[in-house]
């Protein structure tokens, strides 16, 4: 899986110049978060990439993931995640399904799930629902995710997010996560910059955490921010359910 996710975030960094188009666009990051959870506090840090293709009849190609290192307690954990969509997009709105991998501690769940987005002029939204079986632990969990990101200019955007998360087998319980952020991309410049605040509510678990995320990105063959959340590597319905295995505080 590392293997695999980092040979396609290097592929895209590398191919997608030489290739980009109205139709081939790719985005490659790096990123640092903080999760404070009752009295002790993690440090996380990883890359992330995605390349997307619009298809001539309408349908589009997507493959992004993240890989990332969670340092607690002295010790080091490997947590990654990578998914493959295929969908159909327009002006207005896009519908896609995505399957993904979940690498959790020692752990590997397949996830599935459906996506869609609506695009207005400032305004972009996007929902999923998703479902993950990590089979060698012998649980299961359903997502339902929502983000909104209005887009004061082109290259400035502030976003909004909701998830709840149910956990089956050996995980029953559930969690609940709210978030804000930003992103801010130079003028004429591929470089964004992204900082973002989560918060957690376990519910089951009377467990609370609270994380703090930085970023910068770098875009291929989009030109704003704006362009990047309608027609580049912008479905995220597999980081969003990645994203709420990985925060489990196991």
């Known amino acids: 899986m590392k293997k695999f996710l980092v040979g396609a975030a290097a592929a895209a960094a590398i191919l997608t110049p030489c290739v980009a188009s109205a139709d081939t666009n790719a985005v490659v990051g790096v990123q640092y978060a903080n999760t404070e959870v009752d009295d002790f506090d993690l440090d996380s840090y990883g890359f992330n990439g995605g390349f997307s293709h619009d298809f001539n009849n309408g349908t589009f190609f997507q493959f992004d993931g993240e890989y990332g290192r969670l340092d607690a307690n002295g010790c080091c954990i490997a947590q990654s995640s990578g998914s493959v969509h295929y969908g159909v997009r327009n002006d207005g709105h896009a519908l896609a399904g995505f399957v993904s991998l979940t690498d959790f501690f020692s752990?590997?769940?397949?996830?599935?799930?459906?996506?869609?987005?609506?695009?207005?002029?400032?305004?972009?939204?996007?929902?999923?629902?998703?479902?993950?079986?990590?089979?060698?632990a012998d649980f299961s969990a359903t997502h339902f995710g929502v983000d909104g990101s209005y887009f004061f200019t082109p290259n400035l955007a502030l976003n909004a997010s909701l998830g709840q998360t149910e956990g089956d087998d050996d995980l029953d319980g559930s969690w609940t996560s709210y978030g804000i952020g930003g992103e801010w991309r130079l003028s004429n410049n591929p470089v964004s910059f992204t900082l973002g605040y989560t918060n957690t509510d376990y519910d089951d678990f009377d467990i609370d955490a609270d994380t703090w995320r930085l970023g910068v990105n770098f875009d291929f063959g989009t030109g704003s921010l704006r362009e990047r959340a309608s027609n580049g590597a912008s479905m995220n319905g597999g980081r969003s359910l990645g994203r709420a295995i990985g925060s489990l505080p196991l």
């Open 107 to 136: 752990y590997s769940g397949l996830g599935f799930g459906v996506e869609g987005a609506m695009y207005w002029n400032s305004f972009v939204l996007n929902g999923t629902i998703g479902h993950v079986d990590f089979d060698d």
